[in-house]
C-alpha cells in the first residue's frame, strides 16, 4: 500500500472516504490528461465535438464550485458566477485567455472542494440533506457526490480522447509520481 500514489483508493476504507477516494483518482487522472498544454492545444477539438481539454477545465471548475462551495458547503459558488456574470460559456476558451489562468482556476476549485470534502468525512454527513433542493426534495450530499463521480467519468473519457489526438498521451491513470497541486502540501 506505502508504493500507491496518494491518489489511488484506498483497499479498505469508510463508506465516508470511498466516494471521495474515488472522485480524487478521476480528478487526478483528468488533471494528468490536461497538464502542460498551451493555448492552442488547449482549444483543439476532435472533428465530430466541440468539446477542448481547455473547454474542459472551465467547466469542470465551475461544477466543483456548484457541488461543493453551493449544494454542499451553500456558500456563494465564486467560480460559477464569474463566468455567468461575464456571459461566458464555460466550454468556449478565449481566444486571449491565459492558459496559466485556467489551469489555476480548476486547481483553486479543487483545494477548496477537497476542504470541504474533509470536513464531510471528518463530521460524517454525507448521508445529510444537501443545499439543492430538486422537485421539492433535497438530494443527500451523497448523491450529490455521486452525480460528480459520474461527471467526472464522463468527462476524463473526453479528456483522453482529446488528448490522444493532440500529441498522443494515453493511459488509464496517470504515473505513480504525478501529484497535482491540491495533494501539495
Known sequence: MADFPIWEPPIFASEQEHPF????R???TF???AD???LEQLKARLPSSELSVGGLLQHLATVEDEKFSYFIARERPEVLLEFLEQDKNPFIVQ?????RALYERYDKAV???RQIQQQIIDDGTLDTASGLEFEGQQPSVRRIICDL?????????HSDLIREAIDGRVGEDPPQDFLPMWFKG
Open 21 to 24: 477516494a474515488m472522485l480524487d
Open 26 to 28: 478521476l480528478r487526478a
Open 31 to 33: 488533471r494528468y490528461k
Open 36 to 38: 502542460g498544454l498551451n
Open 95 to 99: 481566444d486571449d485567455e491565459d492558459p
Open 111 to 113: 483545494a477548496k472542494s
Open 149 to 157: 463521480i459520474e461527471e467526472y467519468g464522463r468527462h476524463t473519457g
